[in-house]
């Protein structure tokens, strides 16, 4: 059987895990009564709850005796690691476009790693059922891009298809009304199109994982592509490690993928995407070769980590209520079986602290680890998010981003004012009838806590995309931050309606009535530049003419409910996010409010 692998890349919310759905339906790969989950390729919680990818996933499907292995990939920039790695196990890519928005941030990275890896490539035009569809440019600004990224002469004549994948309708015209039912004209052009695999089964065993799976059954599981030769189930095997040793193991388990399905399978030939187990260890990168004809294939290259944040033990009062998962211990295994995974998270535990320093590719990636521990009954505490900076040839540098940000007209001066505030260089600007698109290079840290802020101007109409550009020297510039204090408990206790009421005027409350409270805790955003220490647990004297339940009638306004990201964004240096199964608290470093004072004084003397 013939064999075609490609992966599908795009910016994020450009349709790629919708054209996989529509990719199974046309080929038959469902039962004609079977029912499917939309966007059935995103199958983790949290990927469904934010209608992203999060993590690259591998299917495959028959069509016309050909067997297509399709990689779905992650579009945030922040899971970028996960598009890199699989770029080894594939011979051509699926470039998905939207048809209005154009290349983004993302178009650009993806593509770049695509040519760097020596791919063929395939452009497919989404949504050109959109009433402000804009094919024909958007295909000129591929093109654009094309050459900007160096391209191959050959390589400028790329193939195109126009799709609706959400109305399940393809075409090769550009006019929308050639649009039919079903996406055969794509997979016959990637099966024209896409090469097929290096087929040589007689040679000795190379097989690299590209991806890693779990399963209580059989442990951790090493998906990749067979280079070359042949596996079979139960043969003894060496695998050659990151490390330069070479490690002997049985395949215990080998599993092949049709459509959603893994299947046992009892051998597997070079060009084949197969899933492996046998080594409890094995990782991304490393090469499977027949026992005694070790030759390791060059290692995957996964660029480093840009953010990074500290994680701790919870030192909370509350420490222990909420979550099974408490000790250093537990932590530190999670952290690093995430690191198992994640080829693009670090960790390094801070000597003498039951602390962890976690790198990893932006805010985005650090938070979704964040909720997924919180999730499986974590409990510890984070600081504010800082970018990782960087020596070359002696010079401190930083990272900078690519950054794309589109707004209403009438929104686009406060933008541009905030982003030259964060030190944002405006590379270019055009408009449309209502909407302004900027392009900016910016210093990562220009756009840590940036993202509330941005909503909240554009009213929640604004989108802001950005990837990793390159690291360039330092500037010696402050970067704005926050300019309001908080509202920091001074005692613990049961917060009550009549002391919040009183307390209004200074700030906007983060609590409801009858929360539990304890010192150090952040209640509430003071109106000011400076913290406040409030007792929010104070309830009303009783006396013999009124009672307790008098306060019952107290009207207050409702509070500001922060979510994680919310908070990571919100906090400063000398502040933490509380993580536990049921709640998130912000908190200050320093809980004791003597303490605190005095080393915020010892502080403000040392910089004046």
Not at 453 to 479: K, V, W
Not at 506 to 528: L, Q, S
Not at 538 to 543: D, N, P
Request: with cysteine; net charge negative; aromatic share 6%.
């Amino acid at each position: 059987m013939d064999i075609r692998n490609i992966a599908i890349i795009a910016h994020v919310d450009h349709g790629k895990t919708t054209l996989v759905d529509k990719l199974l339906k046309s080929s038959h790969t469902f039962r004609e009564n079977q029912v499917v989950e939309e966007r059935v390729m995103d199958s983790n919680a949290l990927e469904r709850e934010r209608g992203i990818t999060i993590l690259a996933k591998n299917t495959a499907i028959i069509y016309k005796d050909t067997k297509i292995n399709i990689l779905d990939t992650p579009g945030h920039a922040d899971f970028s690691g996960e598009v890199e790695r699989i770029m080894k196990m594939v011979d051509g890519v699926v470039l998905v476009v939207d048809a209005y928005e154009g290349t983004m941030p993302q178009t650009r990275f993806v593509l770049k790693k695509a040519f760097e890896a020596h791919l063929k490539p395939i452009v497919v035009i989404n949504k050109v059922d959109k009433p402000s569809a804009r094919p024909v440019e958007v295909i000129d600004e591929v093109l654009e891009l094309f050459i900007d990224l160096g391209c191959d002469e050959d390589e400028l004549d790329f193939p195109v298809c126009f799709t609706s994948a959400a109305n399940n309708t393809c075409s090769l015209s550009s006019d929308i009304t050639t649009q039919k039912e079903g996406m055969e004209p794509l997979l016959d052009m990637i099966i024209a199109e896409i090469p097929a695999p290096n087929m040589d089964s007689t040679s000795p065993l190379q097989l690299q994982p590209a991806l890693l799976d779990y399963t209580d059954f059989v442990g951790r599981i090493g998906i990749g592509r067979i280079t070359r030769g042949t596996i079979h189930s139960g043969e003894v095997v060496s695998c050659c490690r990151l490390d330069g040793s070479i490690k002997s193991f049985r395949v215990q388990k080998l599993y092949g993928f049709i459509g959603l399905d893994r299947i046992e399978i009892n051998e597997a030939k070079a060009g084949e995407i197969v899933a492996v187990s046998g080594l409890g260890d094995i990782s991304v990168g490393e090469t499977i070769c027949t026992a005694g004809q070790e030759e390791p294939l060059e290692k995957i290259h996964i660029s480093e980590p840009t953010v990074q944040m500290t994680f701790g033990t919870n030192t909370s009062p509350f420490c222990g209520r909420d979550g099974k998962n408490v000790t250093a211990t537990k932590l530190e295994e999670r952290l690093f079986r995430e690191v198992q995974k994640d080829v693009s998270l670090r960790v390094r535990r801070i000597e003498g602290q039951e602390e962890w320093l976690v790198s990893g590719r932006g805010e985005l990636h650090l938070g979704i680890l964040i909720e997924n521990m919180r999730r499986e009954g974590y409990e510890f505490q984070v600081s504010r998010p800082t970018v990782i900076m960087k020596e070359v040839d002696g010079v401190t540098c930083e990272p900078y981003e690519y950054c794309v940000i589109d707004v209403p007209s009438e929104s686009a001066g406060a933008v541009i004012e905030m982003m030259g505030n964060r030190h944002g260089t405006i590379e270019s600007m055009s408009n449309t009838e209502t909407q302004t698109r900027l392009v900016y290079t910016i210093p990562s840290r220009g756009l840590i806590g940036f993202n509330t802020l941005f909503l909240s101007m554009t009213r929640g109409y604004g989108i802001i995309s950005h990837s990793f550009l390159d690291y360039r020297p330092m500037e010696s510039m402050q970067i704005a931050k926050r300019n309001t204090g908080v509202l920091v408990s001074m005692a613990q206790g049961q917060s009550t309606a009549y002391s919040i009421g009183a307390l209004e005027d200074r700030g906007i409350m983060f609590i409801y009535p009858g929360e539990d409270i304890y010192e150090g805790m952040i209640v509430g955003e003071a109106n000011k530049g400076l913290d406040l220490a409030v007792n929010v647990v104070k309830a009303k004297q009783q006396t013999n003419t009124r009672s307790s339940n008098k306060d019952m009638t107290v009207v207050l306004k409702a509070p500001r409910i922060l979510t994680l990201e919310n908070c990571l964004e919100f906090i400063n240096e000398d502040e933490l996010v509380e993580i536990t199964p049921k709640k998130i608290r912000l908190r200050k470093r320093i809980l004791d409010t003597v303490e605190r004072k005095k080393y915020d004084a010892k502080m403000r003397n040392i910089t004046e």
